[in-house]
């Protein structure tokens, strides 16, 4: 895969969560890369040890202001974020017992992050945000 940039489809329209998926795509670069260069097992720890605090503090953000202003998609946006959080738990599990093709697996839940969990559900929000002045 071609280094990954950021391109205005994937944006929400609000510039705090733009900036937060932008730190997602650069994770992606960088387990694409070390994988192209036959280091995905290098850094695919240190990649899911971010992603645990990335998705913990981009999801309590997003929640926040959702919750604030009484986005009508909130539980449904919540569930599938505690998904992916046990998704994220799970797969460090399996880094820590030693589980092999970890990093494709990684791999895939990133970019499925970026396709389909910002593509749809978080672009959901934008207009109703937007609407109360968040942008
Ligand atoms: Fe940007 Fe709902 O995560």
Not at 11 to 19: C, L, Q, R, Y
Not at 54 to 62: L, S
Not at 64 to 75: R, S
Not at 81 to 110: C, P, R
């Amino acid at each position: 895969m071609a280094l990954m940039t950021w391109k205005d489809e994937f944006s929400v329209k609000v510039a705090e969560f733009d900036g937060h998926h932008k730190q997602l795509i650069s994770m992606i670069n960088n387990l694409d890369e070390a994988m192209r260069q036959g280091k995905g097992k290098d850094i695919v720890g240190d990649i899911l040890k971010k992603l645990v605090n990335y998705a913990g503090f981009h999801f309590a953000a997003e929640q926040k202001i959702m919750q604030q202003h009484e986005y009508p998609g909130y539980a449904d946006h919540k569930d599938k974020h505690d998904k992916m959080t046990a998704k994220v738990m799970a797969l460090q599990n399996d880094y820590q017992s030693g589980k092999a093709s970890l990093t494709i697996e990684v791999f895939k839940f990133l970019t499925d992050w970026l396709n389909k969990h910002i593509m749809e559900t978080d672009k959901k929000y934008s207009e109703y945000l937007n609407s109360k002045g968040i942008k």
